[in-house]
């Protein structure tokens, strides 16, 4: 399992905020407490590819959710545009011409993490669109795929990356949604795990959105996450 010299990037904060202006308080609040930032669709939408440029610049990492799926050629462009955002992370769905394309144009200091199956999906939620095999299976079989072609880490639950780490080896990343703290709600995430529970499981890094965007004091519940990690 790849471990980080700096034990703050293990946890990533998710910036599922409605524009960048609210980005930059919380992150100007949660200060060094924190080096590592995802940004998803809503906030890409709202400006926040520029603010994550700004990001890395300033010395964070970056994490760009954009889940990338389309026809090869557009899928490996549009990885080349993310890398010179200076984004860490980029996320493609775990369809095996679309992780090609990504591992095509990924570039050196991009790495790109293949969405198995969203975190918010359970065996009910995957029959209903269409999937003979219960959820677990499915990520299984699509994270081997994604050690074969090349991708850097996977995009799954904490329940599932027992059988991740199996199929991806040591040196993939696992990078695990759906993490709360002790006591916080589960909200739309279906399988879900402390963060002590998921560093033990061989998590290598995990996102926690708003337990920490929505704390009165988020540095202090950022700070509490990773001591957590790093204790288990």
Do not use: W
Request: net charge negative; aromatic share 4%.
């Amino acid at each position: 399992m790849p471990e980080s010299a700096d034990p703050r990037d293990r946890l990533i904060v998710a910036l599922d905020l409605p524009d960048v202006e609210a980005a930059e308080r919380l992150v100007a609040r949660i200060g060094d407490a924190v080096t590592f930032y995802k940004i998803g669709y809503r906030l890409a939408y709202a400006g926040g590819l520029d603010f994550a440029a700004r990001l890395a610049k300033s010395g964070k990492k970056t994490f760009l959710d954009l889940k990338l799926h389309d026809i090869g050629n557009t899928v490996e462009e549009g990885v080349r545009s993310a890398s010179a955002l200076g984004a860490t992370f980029l996320t493609v769905h775990a369809y095996p011409q679309t992780m090609r394309a990504a591992v095509r144009g990924r570039g050196s200091g991009l790495k790109i993490l293949a969405v198995t199956v969203l975190t918010s999906y359970d065996d009910a939620d995957a029959a209903e669109a269409g999937y003979a095999l219960p959820v677990a299976d499915l990520v299984a079989r699509r994270a081997e795929q994604a050690a074969e072609i090349g991708i850097d880490g996977i995009v799954c639950s904490a329940a599932e990356a027992g059988a991740v780490r199996h199929r991806i080896g040591p040196s993939g990343l696992i990078v695990t949604p759906g993490i709360r703290p002790a006591g916080a709600e589960a909200g739309d995430q279906k399988r879900v795990m402390t963060p002590g529970q998921a560093r033990a499981a061989g998590i290598d890094h995990v996102v926690v959105g708003r337990p920490i965007t929505g704390a009165d004091d988020p540095r202090a519940v950022a700070q509490r996450i990773v001591a957590e990690m790093e204790d288990a």
